[in-house]
């Protein structure tokens, strides 16, 4: 005989919707056959799935609280326009299989009542399809996805290739990375995530890509950034200037009286793709490093004569 759905769900008879449904996910998950080490995790899950169709269900719920129905959902007197003597409509059955094997199957839920399937696609996820009674499709719960990295070169990044990465399933596969892939850009490798314990489809892998450190290229998002050394004298007089790109050097026009800190836009030079990026250039003036006797006299000559205030917005 079925004990008292309250009683299994360690729930009140005052127990709100949202207290009983919260108790039934903890014991299901802790309880389910493919995942519990519990000689009797077949019967308390059982029972406690059958508790829930009782009390996860606004209206058998009412009927059990007026005592219209017994634990097993059977009326408790003839003539009771209620679900006769079967099985419950809705939750779990409970089948053996040939060889002695069980299992669990979900039953729909005449009218759109409760169905415990419904719980299992929110623990689990939903993917693989089943054939619930009536002839509509319903899903089965499916495995868990993944989570992993790689690391690729900027080149890579640029035109792709093969990169080989470790899930956290103990399996090593090779990913293909395709071209003008983004920093952060996630590759989903279908079916290589946990399996289902419900007889589902697996989850997936998503893997993000992380683009490696360049030696003096910075990615932001389409584009790349490069400081650019200058002379004293190239950054006052002006010059004409190689500037490596992911294509080669290409010549860029540094202004007369350009200062350091100040960025041009090469167009086009960035990353490839149907918008190729911009290559961003930020200039940094460096001094001989040798100390010059000529270039203190012009300095100290300046700083007397001709001295300027570039500070004087900070103040």
């Known amino acids: 005989m079925m004990r008292d ?6 729930v009140s008879k005052s ?4 207290e009983i449904k919260k108790a039934y996910r903890g014991l299901a998950k802790k309880f389910h056959p493919d995942q519990s080490k ?3 995790a077949k019967d308390k899950f059982a029972e406690v799935s059958a508790a829930y169709e009782i009390l996860g269900d606004e209206k058998r719920r009412g009927q059990f609280d007026r005592g219209e129905i017994d634990a097993e959902g059977k009326p408790r007197f003839q003539g009771f326009e209620g679900f006769g003597a079967g099985a419950a409509p809705g939750g779990f059955t409970r089948r053996t299989g040939p060889g002695g094997f069980e299992h669990f199957e979900f039953r729909s839920t005449p009218g759109g009542g409760f169905d415990a ?3 299992f696609s929110e623990l689990f996820g ?6 619930a009674a009536g002839g509509q499709s319903r899903p089965l719960p499916r495995g868990e996805d993944v989570a992993a990295e790689i690391t690729v070169s900027l080149r890579e990044a640029v035109h792709g290739g093969k990169s080989r990465v470790a899930l956290p399933t103990g399996r090593t596969l090779e990913v293909t990375v395709p071209a003008s892939v983004e920093d952060g850009q996630q590759i989903r490798l279908k079916g290589q995530g946990l399996a289902s314990p419900f007889g589902g489809e697996p989850g997936d892998a998503l893997v993000s890509v992380k683009i490696a450190k360049h030696p ?3 990615v932001e998002g389409r584009d790349l950034r490069l400081d650019l050394p200058l002379t004293l004298y190239e950054a006052v007089l002006g010059a004409k200037v190689n500037v490596p790109t992911l ?5 860029l026009n540094v202004p007369a009286g350009s200062n350091g800190g100040r960025t041009l836009r090469l167009r086009g030079k960035g990353l490839p793709g149907a918008k190729p990026g911009d290559l961003l250039v930020t200039l940094r003036i460096v001094l001989p490093d040798e100390t010059d006797p ?3 006299g012009l300095a100290r000559k300046w700083q007397k004569q001709k001295p300027y205030h570039p500070r004087r917005d900070l103040i």
């Open 5 to 10: 759905p309250y009683t299994v769900l360690g």
């Open 15 to 18: 127990a709100g919707a949202a």
């Open 38 to 40: 519990d000689p009797r």
């Open 117 to 119: 399937g419904d719980i």
């Open 126 to 131: 939903v993917a693989g399809q089943r054939r």
């Open 216 to 218: 003096y290229f910075r």
């Open 247 to 251: 294509d080669g050097q290409v010549e």
């Open 294 to 296: 000529d270039l203190l």
